[in-house]
């Protein structure tokens, strides 16, 4: 069985090789060398690095040497190489708070698979790891979704997110076979499983997607989750704690 | 003897990842013994009752409250040596409150794991304060200390007084140490009040973490002094 290659990027360096330490004693995972210091702001360099050292599986803290967003832009960075298309992404963050729901779907929209607390269970980090190896998205700790799902607005909130956010709620117009798919897309389940549970073609796949979006006045995947979490849809979302 | 650690850290994987640390070639050759885990001060408390602790590495935020350490600190067995960890190394007014609630030291968590460890034998040995690079930065830039100067000015007397105080002693243990009455000590003290502004003993100590070179080593020998009675 093929190892998978984990690699973190932590600017609290006893953080970082606390945890890298402990996962290094599950044989399943090969864990590199902390990535820290000021590497963690040059964007590019750090894609560089990335792309060198053909990893599996990211683990990315938000606040980089007192850049708010600075795991926000190592992620624009991976987008820019299509080395790193495969490259799966899990942000690791002290406290979520709900002032930074805007930064949240910003990753969300670049392409996490997932947000977890440094409180989280050890198991279900080591799980996380494994899961989005295999394609799984949508892996948040209860603090994500609670963020995602309040109507929290703050003062730099665009006009964009209002918008959306103001989407009426028509849901109950989906077809059952739509709120099926709606829901295996909330749960960050990887298309052929979708396909498989459905017991439907790729074809009849994307005509209920596109019925999806017409209806709910979405564009994407990560719309649609979010749809789901303002609007209290139940989504059984895999949760981490 | 190995020094014995004790850990008080809410974050599951960040209490695991320092487990498995402690545990790590790299500790045992430091000769540093992690003798207990916990997530908040009452199971502190109850492993208190079973485990001798030289050293507890204490978290600055407990369970979403900032600040929770320098509560714990305040009510801590004075004999535990107390290293502060922080995700947080800007803040001057925590540092030195926690200093004055007796802390041996306060460290960010930026830094590398031989510091963390070389801070723990610098603890157990009764030195302090232990500041990582990032915290005696902070310090170093604290705005209100940059006004009052004068230490030099000082009577022989009065920097004694004012020496004994910035290593931790009380105001009858230092008017013991010079063989005057309290009331003398307070005497000195006003006298400092007036020539540096300073009003209390954190901040002479904070004065002398501030001008590292002066004075440092001897308040050093005065904490060890100190530490032997």
Not at chain 2, 125 to 130: E, S, V
Request: charged share 30%; glycine share 6%; net charge negative.
């Amino acid at each position: 069985m093929n190892k998978i290659k984990v690699l973190y990027a932590e600017d609290e360096r006893i953080v970082g090789r606390a945890i890298i330490n402990n996962l290094r004693n599950y044989n399943f995972f090969d864990v590199g060398d902390l990535i820290t210091g000021d590497i963690l702001n040059e964007y590019n360099e750090l894609a560089d690095l990335l792309v060198k050292e053909k990893l599996d599986v990211l683990l990315l803290d938000m606040e980089l040497n007192h850049v708010p967003d600075g795991g926000i832009k190592v992620l624009e960075a991976i987008k820019k190489r299509k080395e790193l298309d495969n490259l799966k992404v899990l942000i690791v963050s002290t406290r979520y708070k709900t002032s930074e729901k805007e930064l949240i779907k910003k990753a969300l929209n670049i392409g996490v698979s997932g947000f977890i607390g440094k409180n989280a269970d050890w198991e279900k980090l080591v799980d996380s790891i494994s899961m989005v190896y295999n394609g799984q998205k949508n892996i948040f700790s209860q603090s994500i979704i609670d963020i995602l799902a309040s109507n929290f607005h703050n003062t730099d909130t665009n006009n964009d997110a209002k918008e959306e956010e103001k989407v009426p709620f028509n849901y109950g117009l989906l077809t059952k076979k739509e709120k099926e798919v709606f829901k295996l897309i909330c749960q960050g389940i990887e298309k052929k499983m979708r396909l498989m549970k459905l017991k439907i073609v790729s074809k009849t796949y994307e005509t209920h997607w596109s019925n999806i979006k017409e209806k709910l006045d979405i564009v994407n995947e990560v719309q649609c989750l979010l749809y789901a979490l303002e609007n209290g849809i139940e989504m059984d979302l895999k949760s981490l704690e | 003897m190995p020094v014995k650690v004790a850990i008080i850290e809410d974050d599951n994987l960040m209490r695991k990842g320092l487990v498995s640390l402690f545990s790590s070639s790299e500790a045992q050759n430091e000769n540093i013994d992690l003798v207990g885990d916990v997530g908040c001060e009452e199971d502190f408390i109850k492993l208190l009752k079973t485990v001798e602790v030289d050293v507890l590495l204490l978290d600055m935020n407990l369970n979403d409250v900032e600040d929770a350490g320098v509560e714990i600190l305040s009510r801590l067995n004075k004999n535990i040596k107390v290293l502060i960890l922080s995700s947080e190394a800007k803040d001057a007014n925590l540092i030195l409150k926690s200093l004055k609630c007796g802390a041996s030291g306060f460290l960010d968590k930026g830094i590398e794991l031989e510091e963390l460890f070389f801070s723990i034998k610098k603890a157990k040995n009764g030195m302090k304060p232990i500041l990582s690079d990032r915290v005696s930065g902070t310090v170093v830039e604290y705005k209100s200390l940059e006004i009052k100067v004068g230490v030099e000015s000082l009577e022989p007397r009065e920097k004694e007084t004012f020496k004994l105080f910035a290593a931790g002693y009380t105001r009858q243990e230092v008017a013991n140490k010079l063989y005057v009455s309290v009331k003398a000590i307070d005497g000195y003290k006003s006298q400092i009040k007036g020539k540096t502004g300073f009003t209390n003993p954190v901040e002479y100590l904070m004065w002398v973490i501030k001008n590292k070179e002066i004075l440092i080593s001897e308040i050093m020998e005065l904490y060890s002094e100190k530490e032997k009675n």
